[in-house]
């Protein structure tokens, strides 16, 4: 105030260069009641303001392009005198136009021009950042009320003050949404507005991210049915619908017959197809036709298509429905005792079918997994049953389910034993994964992404397969078929510890000198000088017939076959898009055939040993099973799944030994950028050793593909001589030579 009072003594004596004018271009940018805001050019200037009523406030100095003036007085005129100060001195003086301030019950006037600047996706979520602009009305007020409502549920408002630019933004606006923006000019002396509005739609997550993993998928467009009639008042109905240019994970399908006695019909298919059949069903004179689809990202809303059945033979059929009703009626007459007993014979039938699932007639003894898939959940609340596509045909009804003891746990997660019963007390044994108690919203959402992955993967001899899923206590389950011998890597360290056992009770059998056996010192036991090969092997003959008598042997055709099944199921997998991202020998599952499935493809990690896993968040990484690429840029493909493969392969080479023994979880990654891999195991061939070792080449592309490596192994099963590439003869010879130590990588 003291520097603005010296000024403007030395613009009283006339200290003023002459020849200089200010060019400030003043401008009213708002006004109000009692408040003005003026623009200019940039610059550092004196301002000196008056009334109409001629009062002149102290002069004030502004440096930019902006000034606001308060505590105005109500419908009056003010004029400003900008000096512009440079270094050369005060130039001469512009003086603005009149302005004046609201009278006090004025009302302003609409804004003009209220537009949407621009909408983007905030941080890779759902929600939606937006920048609105709008023109001021002729009597450019400051002060503004903004609205924004959107499917009437959620309501938002804000005051705009002495704006400087007349724009504003909002966020937490949802994708695919109806919304509703109002601004208002406001006169804050007596509250009065004038208010303009904006209505605009959000477009679809898939419009912004293109991306199904992310996004659910849009609705399905081009869905049509038609009816072909068979025989015997029976038709198939065939669903089709157009192809899309991002395919779902997989579509299901209900119809609906429009009869009280009728079920609904559900299937699910692949997302790769477009069509359906329903065979043989018994239609009435209307059904409903109901698809949606599912992806990692979620479900679509439903589409729905009612279809008639006009033809001559729906008429045959109404026709015979009620003449069977009429003659139903008229023995009803004779027959009302005998009738009630089958009316409550029947309905008690009903009530069951309504609650549980319809079985096919199962073998106790032999149930196919096949034969379980076809089980069809109906719910047992009443008030669900109308509900579109609530079930499909991988959900169970919880009370044919029954939980026995815990097959595995971990941190979030529970995998119990359980039996599965149709209403013919048929039972099939199964396992059953769930979530411990008060799990959080992530763990839930993963374990729904797991069912999903599986309800897309569809059937195969090497693929654990699912069977279905329910809710049990407020709880979802996941229901997938049981392996009776557990995984793989247990499996085979198990025979290999009863293959040591047996040998070191057979010591004294074992005592070899230095003219019939002997281990070069300088190798470190891993090669062999054999002096009396035909002596040894026939010692070693007679401790491997003592091993089949006491225990489960496996042949080295028979490891290689375990290697051909994991490759084969690998390329079913890989050819339907689905990246494994933990293949091992622990998520191999053995069955009592020896046929060996893969489990665990689904997201949720958390029943692993700790020393396997290096944290990044709150995930757990195998990271001795992971390419370099997923270590240093968490990049999952199939051609990261075939790396894993090659560390599985030599896990069933080494009958389930640890990888790189004796390197800790910490230094892996340093050694595999420095070029280090495992070397070949002392049982393995070279020629076996080649496919391992070509899954750990850096470049992903470079890799086999899991079609190539089943042909690989395939050649080296033609042979009919698996002891030519696998030699299980040299883990007994390797144990010798730890003293009846039992190895430490299989710890």
């Given at each position: 105030?003291?520097?603005a009072w010296i000024l403007a003594m030395i613009i009283q004596t006339k200290l003023i260069v002459d020849d200089e004018y200010t060019e400030a271009n003043v401008t009213l940018h708002c006004t109000g009641g009692n408040l003005?805001?003026?623009?200019?050019?940039?610059?550092?200037?004196?301002?000196?303001?008056?009334?109409?009523?001629?009062?002149?406030?102290?002069?004030?100095?502004?440096?930019?392009?902006?000034?606001?003036?308060?505590?105005?007085?109500?419908?009056?005129?003010?004029?400003?005198?900008?000096?512009?100060?440079?270094?050369?001195?005060?130039?001469?003086?512009?003086?603005?136009?009149?302005?004046?301030?609201?009278?006090?019950?004025?009302?302003?006037?609409?804004?003009?021009?209220?537009?949407?600047?621009?909408?983007?996706?905030?941080?890779?979520?759902?929600?939606?950042?937006?920048?609105?602009?709008?023109?001021?009305?002729?009597?450019?007020?400051?002060?503004?009320?903004?609205?924004?409502?959107?499917?009437?549920?959620?309501?938002?408002?804000?005051?705009?003050?002495?704006?400087?630019?007349?724009?504003?933004?909002?966020?937490?606006?949802?994708?695919?949404?109806?919304?509703?923006?109002?601004?208002?000019?406001?006169?804050?002396?007596?509250?009065?507005?004038?208010?303009?509005?904006?209505?605009?739609?959000?477009?679809?997550?898939?419009?912004?991210?293109?991306?199904?993993?992310?996004?659910?998928?849009?609705?399905?467009?081009?869905?049509?049915?038609?009816?072909?009639?068979?025989?015997?008042?029976?038709?198939?109905?065939?669903?089709?619908?157009?192809?899309?240019?991002?395919?779902?994970?997989?579509?299901?399908?209900?119809?609906?017959?429009?009869?009280?006695?009728t079920k609904h019909y559900v299937k699910s298919v692949s997302g790769n197809t477009t069509e359906v059949c329903f065979e043989r069903l018994k239609l009435g004179l209307q059904y409903e036709v109901e698809i949606l689809a599912?992806?990692?990202?979620?479900?679509?809303?439903?589409?729905?298509?009612?279809?008639?059945?006009?033809?001559?033979?729906?008429?045959?059929?109404?026709?015979?429905?009620?003449?069977?009703?009429?003659?139903?009626?008229?023995?009803?007459?004779?027959?009302?005792?005998?009738?009630?007993?089958?009316?409550?014979?029947?309905?008690?039938?009903?009530?069951?079918?309504?609650?549980?699932?319809?079985?096919?007639?199962?073998?106790?003894?032999?149930?196919?997994?096949?034969?379980?898939?076809?089980?069809?959940?109906?719910?047992?609340?009443?008030?669900?049953?109308?509900?579109?596509?609530?079930?499909?045909?991988?959900?169970?009804?919880?009370?044919?389910?029954?939980?026995?003891?815990?097959?595995?746990?971990?941190?979030?997660?529970?995998?119990?034993?359980?039996?599965?019963?149709?209403?013919?007390?048929?039972?099939?044994?199964?396992?059953?994964?769930?979530?411990?108690?008060?799990?959080?919203?992530?763990?839930?959402?993963?374990?729904?992404?797991?069912?999903?992955?599986?309800?897309?993967?569809?059937?195969?001899?090497?693929?654990?397969?699912?069977?279905?899923?329910?809710?049990?206590?407020?709880?979802?389950?996941?229901?997938?078929?049981?392996?009776?011998?557990?995984?793989?890597?247990?499996?085979?360290?198990?025979?290999?510890?009863?293959?040591?056992?047996?040998?070191?009770?057979?010591?004294?059998?074992?005592?070899?000198?230095?003219?019939?056996?002997?281990?070069?010192?300088?190798?470190?036991?891993?090669?062999?000088?054999?002096?009396?090969?035909?002596?040894?092997?026939?010692?070693?003959?007679?401790?491997?017939?003592?091993?089949?008598?006491?225990?489960?042997?496996?042949?080295?055709?028979?490891?290689?076959?375990?290697?051909?099944?994991?490759?084969?199921?690998?390329?079913?997998?890989?050819?339907?898009?689905?990246?494994?991202?933990?293949?091992?020998?622990?998520?191999?599952?053995?069955?009592?055939?020896?046929?060996?499935?893969?489990?665990?493809?689904?997201?949720?990690?958390?029943?692993?040993?700790?020393?396997?896993?290096?944290?990044?968040?709150?995930?757990?990484?195998?990271?001795?099973?992971?390419?370099?690429?997923?270590?240093?840029?968490?990049?999952?493909?199939?051609?990261?799944?075939?790396?894993?493969?090659?560390?599985?392969?030599?896990?069933?080479?080494?009958?389930?030994?640890?990888?790189?023994?004796?390197?800790?979880?910490?230094?892996?990654?340093?050694?595999?950028?420095?070029?280090?891999?495992?070397?070949?195991?002392?049982?393995?061939?070279?020629?076996?050793?080649?496919?391992?070792?070509?899954?750990?080449?850096?470049?992903?592309?470079?890799?086999?593909?899991?079609?190539?490596?089943?042909?690989?192994?395939?050649?080296?099963?033609?042979?009919?001589?698996?002891?030519?590439?696998?030699?299980?003869?040299?883990?007994?010879?390797?144990?010798?030579?730890?003293?009846?130590?039992?190895?430490?990588?299989?710890?």
């Amino acid at each position: 105030m003291k520097r603005a009072w010296i000024l403007a003594m030395i613009i009283q004596t006339k200290l003023i260069v002459d020849d200089e004018y200010t060019e400030a271009n003043v401008t009213l940018h708002c006004t109000g009641g009692n408040l003005m805001m003026i623009n200019f050019n940039p610059g550092f200037y004196l301002i000196e303001q008056s009334s109409s009523n001629y009062t002149r406030n102290p002069p004030k100095l502004v440096k930019g392009n902006m000034a606001t003036f308060t505590n105005l007085t109500a419908n009056t005129n003010y004029q400003y005198r900008l000096y512009n100060l440079t270094h050369e001195g005060i130039w001469r003086p512009e003086v603005s136009d009149w302005f004046f301030t609201y009278p006090a019950d004025y009302q302003p006037l609409p804004v003009k021009n209220l537009s949407l600047y621009k909408i983007e996706p905030y941080k890779k979520t759902h929600d939606l950042h937006a920048e609105f602009v709008f023109e001021p009305a002729i009597d450019r007020s400051c002060s503004y009320h903004v609205v924004t409502w959107n499917r009437g549920t959620n309501l938002l408002h804000f005051e705009i003050d002495r704006p400087t630019h007349f724009q504003f933004n909002l966020d937490c606006l949802k994708m695919d949404q109806n919304n509703s923006v109002f601004i208002k000019s406001v006169n804050k002396q007596n509250k009065k507005e004038s208010e303009a509005l904006i209505m605009f739609c959000t477009l679809t997550c898939l419009e912004y991210y293109n991306d199904l993993t992310f996004c659910p998928p849009e609705p399905v467009e081009g869905l049509r049915a038609e009816h072909i009639y068979r025989y015997q008042g029976l038709y198939d109905v065939w669903v089709h619908w157009n192809k899309t240019e991002l395919e779902p994970d997989n579509y299901t399908i209900q119809i609906d017959l429009y009869r009280s006695d009728t079920k609904h019909y559900v299937k699910s298919v692949s997302g790769n197809t477009t069509e359906v059949c329903f065979e043989r069903l018994k239609l009435g004179l209307q059904y409903e036709v109901e698809i949606l689809a599912e992806s990692l990202g979620g479900r679509s809303s439903v589409v729905t298509i009612i279809k008639s059945l006009d033809d001559e033979y729906a008429t045959v059929s109404k026709f015979y429905r009620e003449l069977i009703i009429g003659i139903v009626m008229s023995f009803t007459l004779f027959a009302i005792i005998w009738m009630t007993y089958l009316q409550h014979y029947k309905q008690k039938n009903n009530k069951f079918a309504m609650e549980c699932t319809s079985f096919e007639n199962l073998n106790q003894k032999d149930v196919s997994i096949e034969s379980i898939k076809k089980l069809l959940y109906q719910s047992c609340d009443g008030e669900t049953n109308n509900m579109p596509l609530m079930n499909d045909n991988f959900e169970l009804c919880p009370k044919l389910l029954k939980l026995k003891g815990i097959l595995g746990s971990g941190a979030y997660g529970i995998v119990r034993l359980g039996s599965l019963q149709d209403q013919y007390d048929n039972v099939t044994t199964v396992a059953v994964k769930m979530l411990k108690d008060n799990p959080s919203v992530e763990n839930l959402q993963n374990f729904q992404k797991e069912i999903m992955i599986m309800k897309a993967v569809g059937q195969h001899p090497n693929i654990v397969s699912l069977i279905g899923c329910c809710i049990l206590d407020n709880k979802p389950v996941l229901v997938v078929e049981y392996c009776c011998k557990g995984d793989l890597q247990t499996y085979l360290r198990t025979i290999w510890q009863n293959m040591v056992s047996v040998a070191f009770n057979h010591k004294a059998r074992f005592k070899f000198d230095g003219d019939s056996f002997s281990i070069s010192k300088n190798s470190g036991g891993k090669e062999h000088n054999y002096q009396n090969v035909h002596l040894i092997t026939n010692r070693l003959y007679d401790v491997q017939q003592d091993i089949a008598q006491y225990t489960e042997t496996v042949t080295a055709n028979g490891l290689l076959n375990f290697a051909r099944q994991i490759a084969t199921g690998m390329e079913f997998l890989s050819l339907n898009r689905i990246v494994h991202r933990d293949l091992a020998a622990r998520n191999i599952l053995v069955c009592a055939d020896k046929i060996v499935k893969i489990s665990d493809f689904g997201l949720s990690r958390d029943v692993y040993q700790e020393n396997l896993y290096r944290k990044q968040g709150n995930d757990k990484l195998p990271v001795k099973w992971m390419a370099i690429e997923s270590l240093t840029h968490q990049i999952y493909t199939t051609h990261s799944d075939v790396w894993s493969f090659g560390i599985l392969l030599w896990e069933i080479v080494t009958m389930g030994a640890l990888p790189y023994p004796g390197i800790p979880t910490k230094a892996i990654l340093k050694i595999l950028k420095s070029g280090y891999r495992m070397e070949r195991p002392i049982s393995c061939s070279v020629e076996l050793y080649n496919i391992m070792f070509s899954c750990w080449t850096v470049r992903p592309q470079s890799r086999p593909m899991f079609t190539q490596l089943k042909e690989s192994i395939d050649k080296l099963l033609c042979q009919r001589s698996g002891n030519k590439y696998l030699n299980m003869d040299e883990i007994l010879y390797d144990t010798q030579e730890q003293h009846g130590k039992p190895n430490s990588n299989h710890s």
